[in-house]
């Protein structure tokens, strides 16, 4: 290595390595602009794990009237489906797997190159370039693809009102994209900035499945317990349990409320849901049948007496107690699990 000039040494005349203490306001904000993104990726990740874990512990005990055990994982699991192969649908499923709430072979991906996820193909995820398949096969869909791909995804797959989709669409709202698929059984989160509030993590370098065992960054997290600069509608929670309650009706409908609220509350009876709750406001009709639960965007907008109780701090910190439990650190042999 030859001799580095002082005209080539981009340290030289600095008074300190830590750059950014010098960086003017303009610059400062595209600094700014990893640590918003890393926020928003826990967000999209953490989301994540909490529904794919909390089908897979309805599934078990649904199928066998066991609770599955803190620490376990089930054989009675759902199939987890991605449509695009880019960034995010990375971090999602390498959370996923980090945290123990499927394996790899549970998950597919659609992707227009799945030659670029060779890593993902030897772990055992199944990847293909056929969106129609992944619809049809899997139980819930993350929809990881620009907004400008919306209009293809419509064109290539033929969905029926059940298929639930998870889209990470940032651009757009959730009736957005529910009007271009023409689509209504969605869960998205419409992301909010709390300018006031600091960013979760000051220093984004590490992996977000170890940025997620921090107990401290995962009660940021969930919607009314203590935001970070990004946070959460409770309109999430909502949709998240809306989507739940469907889920149940359509594998044991028989008591499937009184399910619903113990997958939710356990013992807590004083917070259970009442059938009432899901009245639809501006009629007398409650949803006790899956196809009542299938128009997601409009059917949570309505269910006012639900709204309101979703709302109440005392039931958001217990739903978080349910959030919480799947990061915790915990080491399960999933060799056994894999086909």
Partial sequence: MGIISVEDDITHGLESLQFHTHLSESESSLIDLRKRSFELLLHAA???VYIVGMLNSMTHHLLTG?????????????????IGGGRLCRHIVSVLTHHNVCVPHDITISTFQPEKLENLTKSGVHVCSNSQLVVEQCDLVFVCVPSNQ?????????????????PFVATLSKCNVAEELAHNNILK????????????????????????????????LFPGIECGYVYTSPDWVRDAILIFYRYILSV????????????LFGENTNLYLQPKDFRVAGSNRIATEPDHLNDIVGVGAKVANLNAKIGKPKMLRALFVGFQSYFKSKAVDVSQYQL
């Fill in 46 to 48: 953490s989301q994540s």
């Fill in 189 to 220: 989160t419409d992301y909010k900035f709390n300018k006031e509030a600091a960013y979760i993590h000051n220093e984004p370098y590490q992996s977000l499945g170890m940025t997620l065992e921090d107990e401290l960054v995962v009660e940021k």
């Fill in 252 to 263: 044991v409908p028989q008591d499937a409320l009184t399910r619903l609220n113990f997958y």
């Fill in 150 to 166: 919306l209009i293809v995804l419509k064109r290539d797959v033929a969905m029926a009102p059940h298929h639930l989709l998870i």
């Fill in 66 to 82: 066991e609770v599955l055990t803190s620490g376990t994982l089930s054989k009675h699991r759902v199939n987890v489906g991605f």
